[in-house]
């Protein structure tokens, strides 16, 4: 059995089979439930629990093009709340979590 490699620059090589595609990287906005609570991609140490998800909830947007027309998640960390467009919530999740 043949390994694929493929180069990064200033990274080396490495073998196709460690790649993580797009689709196995985030949540789908889809599967985000209110009252759960989500680890982080990465070390999964930081934790959100979703307190709503609304079309009536309204963020500040920076950006130069129009406001995404998607739902807004309101979630709590660390004892603050904040909030976040689904698609970006969807986007850092890696896994549903205990609520503890």
Same mark, same amino acid.
């Given at each position: ?31 985000? +439930?209110? !009252? ?15 307190? =709503?998800? #609304? %079309? ?20 709590? +960390?660390? !004892? ?15 896994? =549903?979590? #205990? %609520?503890?």
């Amino acid at each position: 059995m043949s390994v694929i490699t493929a180069t990064i620059k200033d990274f080396g090589s490495l073998p196709i089979s460690n790649w993580v595609t797009a689709t196995e990287q985030f949540m789908k906005p889809a599967a985000i +439930q209110v !009252g759960k609570t989500y680890c982080n991609r990465g070390a999964g140490r930081t934790r959100r629990t979703v307190l =709503e998800i #609304s %079309d009536k909830l309204k963020i500040n947007w920076y950006g130069s093009g129009p406001r995404p027309d998607e739902p807004v998640v309101r979630y709590a +960390q660390n !004892g603050t709340e904040n909030t976040l467009y689904l698609s970006s919530f969807a986007s850092w999740c890696g896994k =549903e979590c #205990s %609520d503890q």
